[in-house]
């Protein structure tokens, strides 16, 4: 399984970023995925996963309510709609898959970093 994330950038504070996450290798609706965030200095932590069949959604308290996971089945893609971002938000983001009998996630993107000023 390979992840390509791809959306990162510098937004101001309030505004908006969309994130994708490419796979190839398997079929999204056959793994779980999840996104994660590292800022400077602290471990990587947990945003949001999606179920392979796409009815189970957590979300990290912190961006409840301003992000959103989705997921095109035909372009074997998820997304993380970021808004009203804040400075805390900045982190590289990284998406990963587990199969779903599975504890742990083993495949994981490169990250893409983002940026919000204040």
């Known amino acids: 399984v390979q992840l390509v994330e791809s959306g990162g950038g510098l937004v101001q504070t309030g505004g908006s970023l969309r994130l994708s996450c490419a796979v190839s290798g398997r079929t999204v609706s056959t793994i779980r995925m999840g996104w994660f965030r590292q800022a400077p200095g602290k471990e990587r932590e947990f945003v949001v996963a999606?179920?392979?069949?796409?009815?189970?959604?957590p979300y990290a308290a912190s961006v409840k309510g301003r992000f959103t996971i989705s997921r095109d089945n035909a372009k074997n893609t998820v997304y993380l709609q970021m808004n009203n971002l804040k400075p805390e938000d900045t982190a590289v983001y990284y998406c990963a898959a587990r199969n779903p009998s599975a504890s742990m996630y083993s495949y994981w993107g490169q990250g893409t970093q983002v940026t919000v000023s204040s």
């Open positions: 999606i179920s392979g069949s796409g009815s189970s959604t």
